[in-house]
């Protein structure tokens, strides 16, 4: 039984997605692995503030030829579309929580390369943009 | 895109990072901030947090019943680690318009109410200076409630210090306490920055001072008394609220143990739960119990333990290529090339086990260049120990240690003898043990051992001559907890 103070710390918590921010900013920072962590910290967080009042493009680790090199490992011979169960073990695996369940194409079972890019990019910006409450 | 079935292989590069920028303690005082404070726009928040700079600044709080030393204490230790001196009496010496409100309070000698007082240490601790430098405050709180109400505005100390000392002592240091009037403000009700001193125990070089000191008004016996009975109601209970981050120091030794105890005790920190990979040099004299520690590190801890001569003749005995070019160096005793050595042990280390679990090596480096070519790797060690031994001691436990060759069992002529006249009779000695191959091999090691502990400055050194256990134990707490924190150097900007 949580106390009331617990309650609110818990609820200040999902309110801004402290957790989501700070695994992303972490991530960045193990991944670029800057000299001066704390600048580097101030820089992606005064990005994500700007993105946030001009509504542009958020910080995230993954960017189109990221994309396009996954795409091109689950689709080797080059047809030009995935399955809809590569598509979906693809973003879980970029670590996309909530993707399009019901992407272009899902009917056929064949994702193209422009439905895969672009709903992977949305699902980024979604996880990277932890302001939106 | 199976990455389930294969365990997640996390780069090296990536944990040594973390540890050398502590990423995690960063990330987590982030966090702790952003839940004492609950601001509106978090990212607005933690912007200007990271810019305002250091975040390991001393939090201290330093309690204790009256005339146990505080105030000496806390104006020394605030010398040393640069923080401020925080006093009730200090506190009341600001000009706001909390303060003054305070002051009508203290004029009609009334106790001051528990939310403005509160309030009044929030604002105090707020000020920039405080913000940058870190605090000690000095016997606050002095009760239960106040504790609790500090804890609710966000006020948490990174250390409490709680002075003890039998009651008798403290009275009788209470006849003794002697203040020198001239640096205090004889206007002002509370003292400021008075220098106390005592009969007894701490009297002042200067003659001049000694003759001018006065006993204060304000300490009379019975007063002292009353004092001390109000502290000892409350200590328990504030025992109880800081029990996470207290130490108890005894107050009743010289002034100069006292205050190295608790300089020791705020510069140490406490036992973090950021993920660390042990990477352990140990060094020492022959005997002094390298291989058994690294074996019972190793136990506990799941690291790998590497013991440079065996994986030496491991690899020769793999009849691999590398194998064959030092089989002959170690067959005619002579000492591998250090290129060789180097390439077998970063072979090893960047094997995925050590890279997660992490090592424990011995019997490498031996002098300064090869610990330099190990730096160079890139195999940087999170802790360095280096067992200590005087060469009596060295030669006595090596020299007369001797192996069973049908049960294998290990003897020391002193400290195991063997059971029996029979078991004595078949013993071996190892020709490497005796004490002409001893000495040479000790003289080799202290030749090194100054430069190897030059280029390891925060080497730990652990005494050796103890049962096994002990020196385990000694290794095991310097091992587990974080390095402690260094005072910070004169002029330095805290960045």
């Given at each position: ?17 402290i957790?989501e ?20 910290l ?26 396009d ?34 992407p272009?194409?899902m ?15 949305e699902?980024?910006q ?8 | ?17 973390a ?75 600001e ?56 804890q ?8 409490v ?16 306490k ?13 003292y ?6 005592h009969?007894?125990?701490i ?31 409350e ?10 981050c ?21 510069l ?32 506990k801890y ?41 390439q ?41 120990f ?30 195991k ?18 004490e ?8 080799e ?14 080497a730990?050194?652990i ?7 002990t020196?385990?134990e ?17 002029g330095?900007?805290?960045?």
């Amino acid at each position: 039984m949580a106390t009331p103070r617990e309650q609110e710390a818990a609820d200040f918590l999902r309110k801004h997605k402290i957790i989501e921010l700070m695994d992303n900013l972490t991530s960045m920072l193990l991944f670029h692995r800057p000299g001066r962590p704390r600048e580097f910290l101030i820089t992606q967080l005064e990005q994500l503030r700007l993105s946030k009042m001009r509504s542009l493009g958020c910080p995230s680790l993954f960017n189109d030829t990221n994309l396009d090199a996954v795409f091109g490992i689950l689709d080797p011979i080059k047809q030009g579309h995935i399955t809809y169960v590569q598509y979906k073990e693809a973003l879980t695996t970029l670590g996309i929580e909530k993707f399009n369940e019901c992407p272009e194409g899902m009917e056929k079972d064949k994702i193209s390369q422009e439905t895969f890019r672009r709903e992977a990019n949305e699902g980024l910006q979604r996880s990277s943009a932890t302001f939106m409450s | 895109m199976d990455a389930t079935t294969k365990p997640l292989r996390i780069p090296p590069e990536m944990s040594i990072y973390a540890e050398e920028h502590d990423i995690y303690e960063l990330v987590q005082s982030l966090v702790i901030s952003l839940m004492v404070d609950k601001p509106e726009d978090p990212i607005h928040y933690l912007i200007s947090l990271l810019k305002r700079g250091n975040f390991e600044v001393p939090k201290v709080m330093l309690l204790g019943p009256p005339f146990s030393g505080k105030t000496t204490i806390a104006r020394k230790l605030c010398e040393h680690i640069k923080a401020i001196h925080i006093t009730a009496s200090n506190i009341l010496k600001e000009s706001t318009d909390l303060t003054k409100k305070a002051q009508e309070y203290t004029a009609k000698e009334q106790e001051i109410p528990v939310d403005i007082w509160i309030k009044l240490i929030q604002q105090r601790l707020l000020k920039i200076d405080c913000v940058r430098q870190g605090w000690v405050l000095e016997g606050i709180p002095q009760t239960h409630r106040e504790a609790v109400s500090l804890q609710e505005a966000g006020v948490i100390p990174d250390h409490v210090v709680l002075l003890e000392a039998p009651d008798a002592v403290l009275i009788e240091r209470s006849h003794g306490k002697r203040v020198d009037p001239i640096t205090g403000d004889p206007d002002f009700f509370f003292y400021t920055c008075i220098d106390i001193y005592h009969v007894t125990f701490i009297w002042p070089e200067d003659n001049e001072v000694a003759h001018r000191l006065e006993r204060q008004t304000s300490d009379s016996e019975e007063q002292g008394v009353t004092q001390l009975m109000k502290q000892h109601q409350e200590v328990t209970a504030l025992r109880r609220t800081y029990q996470y981050c207290l130490k108890s120091i005894d107050a009743d030794q010289p002034f100069v143990d006292v205050f190295d105890q608790v300089l020791t005790y705020v510069l140490s920190r406490h036992r973090s739960v950021a993920p660390h990979t042990p990477r352990v040099l140990l060094f020492g004299p022959p005997g002094s119990g390298k291989s058994l520690q690294a074996k019972l590190i190793s136990q506990k801890y799941n690291t790998v333990n590497l013991c440079c001569s065996e994986l030496l003749e491991a690899v020769c005995a793999d009849a691999t290529s590398m194998g064959e070019l030092i089989k002959p160096y170690l067959e005619s005793g002579q000492q591998v090339p250090d290129s060789m050595v180097l390439q077998i042990l970063t072979d090893r280390l960047s094997k995925l086990d050590c890279t997660t679990r992490g090592w424990v090596l011995h019997g490498f480096p031996r002098d300064l260049e090869q610990a330099e070519k190990l730096q160079e790797a890139n195999f940087i060690p999170s802790r360095v120990f280096f067992l200590e031994m005087t060469d009596d001691v060295v030669i006595e436990r090596v020299s007369l240690t001797s192996v069973d060759p049908v049960t294998g069992d290990r003897y020391h002529s002193l400290y195991k003898p063997a059971p029996s006249p029979k078991v004595q009779g078949r013993l071996q000695f190892h020709p490497k043990d005796s004490e002409a191959q001893l000495l040479q091999r000790l003289k080799e090691y202290w030749a090194n051992s100054s430069s190897l502990q030059a280029f390891y400055p925060e080497a730990v050194h652990i005494s050796a001559d103890q049962d096994p256990h002990t020196v385990f134990e000694s290794l095991e707490s310097r091992l587990v907890v974080p390095l402690p924190k260094s005072l910070p150097v004169k002029g330095e900007n805290s960045t």
